[in-house]
């Protein structure tokens, strides 16, 4: 079982970026996918939420309408398109699968924001 982010980086600030997640070895499309982030000294914070079907969305609030988030069942990828990125974005961002009691994480990718 795999969660593979790429897509991390340097941003600056209003820019955009594209977030991939990967999945291998399971049925992603049996698991709700959230994307999450971390920064430095701060607490893991879901970002966003995709149900199964990928028909419904939710956003945390300090990025409704700047972040979406997509997935594609058939090539097992989810995606976090962030506009307007801010300051307070830059984090690791991790994506993880949940189906019940079972949740996996993947290992991270780095977003920077800097002029």
């Known amino acids: 079982v795999q969660l593979v982010e790429s897509g991390g980086g340097l941003v600056q600030p209003g820019g955009a970026l594209r977030l991939a997640c990967a999945a291998s070895g399971f049925d992603c499309s049996s698991y709700v996918m959230n994307w999450h982030r971390q920064a430095p000294g701060k607490e893991r914070e879901l970002v966003a939420a995709i149900t199964r079907a990928g028909d419904s969305t939710i956003y945390a609030d300090y990025v409704k309408g700047r972040f979406t988030m997509s997935r594609d069942n058939a090539e097992k990828i989810v995606h976090l398109q962030m506009n307007d990125v801010k300051p307070e974005d830059a984090a690791v961002y991790y994506c993880?699968?949940?189906?019940?009691?079972?949740?996996?994480w993947g290992q991270g990718t780095q977003v920077t924001v800097s002029s």
């Open positions: 993880q699968a949940v189906n019940g009691l079972s949740k996996y």
